[in-house]
């Protein structure tokens, strides 16, 4: 489906309508500045077309018979793969409505009322209502050459609505660059930079659980679309392999293995390990202290303490590429322990830019409410130091500790966040800063994201702003921002557990969803070979067509597994990115498998069905035309056989024509589930079309030239979205 011929760059129809409004309101109205709150009509203009479409079709039982019977069954995603090109006759245009406008702007509202106010605007005396502002812009972007290749319906509607219909050589345009080449560009308009993204972050003798799902998954996508669109990517897995609990698990390692340098054990299950190793540290006093003294050995480099950590460090790297490798993840790690020897730089760094405004020390024998008392005392005379604009370092009793408000939190008391321990130790807040310098003056980063739970917002936030006050960076010319998200929940709205309590393990939860799906593949299959011996046995096939059937729809071992993984692991990616990131993420194994609505596997069989119908196509039409080689001579041609003359096909070319658009949406937000909308959309719309639209007709071949255009079109979008979310798809389901 492929070819050598790169696409042209998509142009994003929002995008360029924006430009025509926002020149339409600098020229009418020079005092504006505002937002011209122009946006996509979402108000079911598509859903209402769609009911009267079925209101007006004609025929009503009699249609079951031929072409509607087939057209709904392609709807269904159990469709047989012999049936999808033995699509309806194109609708009667009495019985599909007119498509709708897309867009609505609703500024000359906000207009109407500024207008009163200005009482040096000479021509407030020509606007009496929203409708006359509306009427203005109107008759302002008519004046506009380029406003017809962009709209070819502009209409104001009260109380001072602007509606706005794309227009059909715009579609052409976008879907000839798409079905020509058999890929998809990126918008014109997006300008790379190198971006430093941070997620997954599991850590280290710790199994991937539930609670790493989120941040591995929407990571990923984000990855996939910044690359997309030419951005630099540093992915960076900032994962936990450092600090006290690694004491812990040395002195256990040399105590299960005293041997372990010359024969390195197979540690094949190292949550048990952990767990053993848990609790001598907290039973057994001689071996706590045997712990701690092992993490200043391997802050001190100890050569043996550093083959026990690598060793152990390495078990855990192994079974997170499995997870990966599952999951289609690719991430680079750079962990805690990549930044321990710049740490003392780093507070030093601290030192100099941020001024010490106190020091407070407790008396050996001072009792503690009146230590209390003094560290209040002097904790609010820091406070009071301490600004969004000005952070401070104050000392207690020998720690060093970093005032910083934080800006989502003006009003709240300032965090004070300890750099260095009174024993001369750092902390993870010092790792922090050491990451933040290190990936803006070593990698160069002009966009840092930081994909962790929404629970860290607090401590991120201050980390950025500290970072500010150190002088690492100005808010100005770099972007550096968190990406949160909500927790994994149950169907009980609690967070996701085993019936046990214990947190889920990633492992398990791949697996049962890989179960799960093999089980709906092969029961889809058990249902479509039993539909074609119902046919055989009806007389609505001959021997011969029904072992052909047979033979198309017969899927091998390998084809299943496959097909189950990627069903699998999809709906798990996919229940996951559909949901605002922002909010909680309830889990439901029942939803994700579910055929109907937006899940991966409506999705999943509604891309199979489309590679279906070009399959099936492509052999229907083998006499008259070879279609591979029209797809390869298209390129040269820009696909010029495309044409969009039916509402149905125009409002499918409207639907993959947004993909622009929304990735630029997605790059502003981060918020990847506007791309599953987008396939949702897709799917639905291409039903429409699909329902409506013969696709092949062996007595007009030009129509059919059009139409596979059109579905290699749509394919080729719905491959590439799938790609940017990292959920795998096959051609057969």
């Not at 509202?109 to 203005?136: E, G």
């Not at 996939?224 to 006290?244: P, Y």
């Not at 071996?287 to 100890?302: G, P």
């Not at 998200?485 to 492992?507: A, I, N, Q």
Request: charged fraction near 25%; charge should be negative.
């Amino acid at each position: 489906m492929s070819d050598s011929t790169m696409p042209q760059p998509m142009t994003s129809m929002l995008g360029s309508l924006n430009m025509l409004v926002n020149r339409a309101l600098s020229e009418l109205f020079p005092f504006y500045t505002g937002d011209n709150s122009l946006n996509r009509d979402k108000t079911g203009a598509a859903k209402k077309a769609k009911k009267k479409g079925k209101k007006g079709k004609k025929g009503g039982k009699k249609g079951k018979k031929g072409g509607d019977k087939a057209a709904a069954e392609a709807e269904s995603p159990d469709s047989p793969a012999a049936t999808p090109v033995e699509a309806a006759p194109a609708a009667a245009s009495s019985g599909v409505p007119e498509r709708d406008t897309e867009y609505k702007c609703s500024v000359a509202l906000r207009l109407n009322a500024m207008i009163k106010k200005q009482t040096d605007f000479a021509d407030a005396a020509l606007y009496k209502s929203p409708l006359d502002v509306a009427n203005a812009i109107a008759a302002k972007l008519a004046e506009y050459p380029e406003t017809e290749g962009v709209v070819d319906k502009v209409e104001v509607v009260p109380p001072g609505f602007i509606n706005f219909r794309v227009a059909t050589s715009f579609l052409v345009r976008e879907l000839r660059n798409i079905a020509g080449t058999g890929k998809v560009a990126p918008p014109a308009e997006v300008k790379p930079v190198k971006v430093v993204i941070d997620f997954s972050s599991p850590n280290i003798a710790k199994e991937m659980h539930v609670g790493h799902l989120r941040s591995t998954i929407i990571g990923e996508s984000i990855s996939r679309i910044l690359e997309f669109c030419g951005f630099d990517v540093a992915r960076t897995n900032h994962v936990g392999d450092w600090g006290t609990q690694f004491g812990m698990l040395i002195a256990h390692l040399k105590d299960e293995h005293p041997n372990f340098v010359d024969n390195p054990p197979n540690i094949s299950d190292l949550q048990a390990f952990y767990r053993a190793a848990k609790a001598r540290f907290d039973a057994e006093p001689d071996f706590t202290q045997r712990a701690y003294s092992e993490v200043v050995a391997l802050q001190s480099r100890s050569e043996e303490s550093l083959k026990a950590w690598n060793l152990i460090c390495e078990v855990s790297r192994v079974e997170f590429q499995r997870i990966y490798d599952r999951l289609q993840v690719t991430t680079h790690e750079k962990g805690e322990s990549f930044y321990h020897d710049q740490l003392a730089d780093t507070v030093e760094l601290i030192k100099e830019r941020i001024p010490l405004v106190g020091t407070f020390t407790s008396g050996e024998d001072e009792d503690a409410e009146a230590i209390k008392e003094r560290r209040d005392a002097f904790a609010a005379e820091v406070a009071a130091q301490t600004s969004l604009d000005n952070s401070v370092l104050a000392e207690d009793n020998g720690a060093l500790c970093f005032w910083i408000v934080n800006p989502r939190e003006p009003n709240a008391p300032p965090k004070p966040l300890i750099v260095q321990k009174a024993d001369g130790g750092y902390t993870y807040a010092t790792t922090d800063f050491a990451a933040l310098k290190y990936r803006l003056d070593v990698e160069k980063a002009d966009w840092i994201l930081y994909v962790v739970d929404s629970g860290q917002a607090s401590h991120l936030e201050c980390i950025y702003k500290g970072g500010q006050h150190m002088g690492l960076f100005s808010a100005d010319d770099k972007r550096v921002e968190h990406v949160g998200f909500g927790v994994v929940v149950g169907e009980d709205g609690k967070k996701f557990k085993t019936r046990s309590g214990d947190v889920v393990r990633l492992v398990d939860l791949l697996d049962t969803a890989v179960e799960g799906a093999e089980k709906l593949v092969r029961s889809k299959l058990d249902e479509r070979l039993a539909k074609i011996d119902e046919q055989l046995a009806a007389g609505e096939l001959t021997e011969e067509e029904a072992a052909a059937a047979r033979e198309a729809e017969s899927m091998d071992d390998a084809e299943i597994r496959k097909a189950s993984d990627a069903i699998g692991h999809g709906c798990i990616k996919y229940a996951d990115l559909r949901c605002n990131r922002l909010n909680n993420y309830m889990f439901s194994f029942e939803r994700m498998l579910d055929t109907r609505g937006n899940t991966a596997v409506y999705l999943l069989y509604a891309y199979a069905r489309m590679c279906s119908i070009l399959r099936v196509g492509t052999e229907r039409l083998s006499s008259v035309l070879d279609v591979d080689a029209f797809f390869a001579a298209s390129a040269a041609t820009g696909a010029a056989d495309l044409i969009l003359t039916h509402p149905s096909e125009q409002r499918l070319a409207f639907t993959i024509a947004r993909f622009a658009e929304e990735i630029e949406y997605v790059l502003e937000t981060l918020l990847p589930s506007r791309l599953c909308e987008l396939l949702y959309d897709l799917s639905t719309a291409f039903s429409e079309f699909y329902h409506h639209c013969k696709v092949v007709d062996l007595d007009d071949i030009e129509v059919s030239k059009s139409r596979l255009l059109i579905v290699r079109a749509a394919l080729t979008m719905m491959a590439s979205t799938f790609d940017l979310l990292g959920v795998e798809y096959v051609g057969r389901l």
